[in-house]
């Protein structure tokens, strides 16, 4: 398949600067590091795969993408013992015994009646979402997520090998199904157990990081551009300083938008110690954590995040 047909399907942005005015349209605000690897991810028709804690914004990034090339985001969410019969097809036996005893009702007792019908026709056939994928009907490349691959199998990671070689699945029984515009691939992993290097050759690779203050800032107001602008930085300057402490399970950016819109939700046009006691369990979700910043830390960290004002990168090593 020619780039020129891919382009007409569903558009590649012209530049780097291209991709990150279409995923700030879509309130996703991105580096320069990041859109180029998206951009390369699209021009180069190769699987992205994104790395990085949870939290961090990997899985809006295919959202973000999908709204902004105005195609389908089909999203496979990865888990362990995920097998084929979740990720790619199964028959659907319940109608595949119906459609039996209603060809058994039509013969009414005579075996000779011409009342047969192929039970593993396409008719049959339940999709998902990776040959959802790579439906031969579509009339443009859709986003396809493979969301937190890590959580699976890693006999699973070599089936998704041989998808990603050629974007086809071969059905015995109805044969190979061949995408006519392939997907865009965006693949996940929150770590939690290393990724095979077969899988990551195939793809570009990109580590997704906590945001510093400016970024995080910017992702606040784009995505809540009613948030009292004292609120989105005090909010902003917090999370950055919590991220610093020693916390079995650090807030990510989703967790400050959470954040925020609880806040709005209690009517706050700027932190108060009580308040942020009282809502904890929006960012924390562990009682240990939540237990170990309560109180007196909860009141010098926010002194800290409101002294030394923006920081000038990201969470500290």
Known sequence: ?????????????????????????????????????????????????????????????????????????????????????????????????LEIRLMEARRGGDESADADIDLFSPQFLIKRPLLEAIDESRDRAPVLLIDELDRADEEFEGFLLELLADYQITIPELGSFHAAYPPVVVITSNRTREVHDALKRRCLYYWVDYPDYQKELQIVTARMPDAPRQLAQQVTSFIQELRDTELYKIPGVSETLDWTSALMALNMRQLEPEVIDDTLGIMLKYQDDIEAVRGEPVRSLLERSQNRGPRRGGRRG
């Open 1 to 97: 398949m020619t780039a020129a047909q891919i382009d007409v399907a569903s558009p590649v942005p012209a530049s780097v600067e291209d991709v990150q005015s279409l995923l700030r349209d879509q309130a996703y605000i991105t580096d320069r590091g990041l859109a180029i690897a998206i951009f390369l991810a699209l021009k180069l028709q190769r699987p992205l795969f994104l790395e990085g804690e949870a939290g961090v914004g990997k899985t809006e990034i295919a959202r973000a993408l999908a709204a902004g090339l105005n195609t389908d985001l089909i999203r496979l969410q990865c888990y362990e013992g995920l097998d084929v019969n979740h990720a790619v097809y199964e028959w659907n036996h319940t109608r595949q015994l």
